[in-house]
Nanobody, 121 residues
Framework: QLQLVESGGGLVQAGGSLRLSCAASGSIFGINAMGWYRQAPGKQRELVAIITGGGSTNYADSVKGRVTISRDNAKNTVYLQMISLKPEDTAVYYC???????????????WGQGTQVTVSS
């Protein structure tokens, strides 16, 4: 069984910063990708940023220049550093992982439970 445990959400004023963390634990053989999605009330879940096993990154246009995704391979942890936050960044942020599990290296997608980020104007 694999778990994704998120931390770092909260309330911040516009222009402020937050750092989200997501630690993966379990029978992980390999990581194809880890990233962050978000879902605002009444909207669909959308990609914020993702980092592949090889270290390539991809960002949503709405956050480019304000968000940096990074990963600590030894800790199976992914981070999302957000600066210059805007009220429109308010959403539940979900950690996502595409993993190879167990000795068969079976591929599975996992989601975290979500962490609330609220940016006040």
């Amino acid at each position: 069984q694999l778990q994704l445990v998120e931390s770092g959400g909260g309330l911040v004023q516009a222009g402020g910063s937050l750092r989200l963390s997501c630690a993966a634990s379990g029978s992980i053989f390999g990581i194809n990708a880890m990233g962050w999605y978000r879902q605002a009330p009444g909207k669909q879940r959308e990609l914020v940023a993702i980092i592949t096993g090889g270290g390539s990154t991809n960002y949503a246009d709405s956050v480019k220049g304000r968000v940096t995704i990074s990963r600590d391979n030894a800790k199976n942890t992914v981070y999302l550093q957000m600066i210059s936050l805007k009220p429109e960044d308010t959403a539940v942020y979900y950690c996502y992982g595409d993993f190879q599990i167990g000795y068969l290296k079976s591929r599975y997608d996992y989601w975290g439970q979500g962490t609330q980020v609220t940016v006040s104007s």
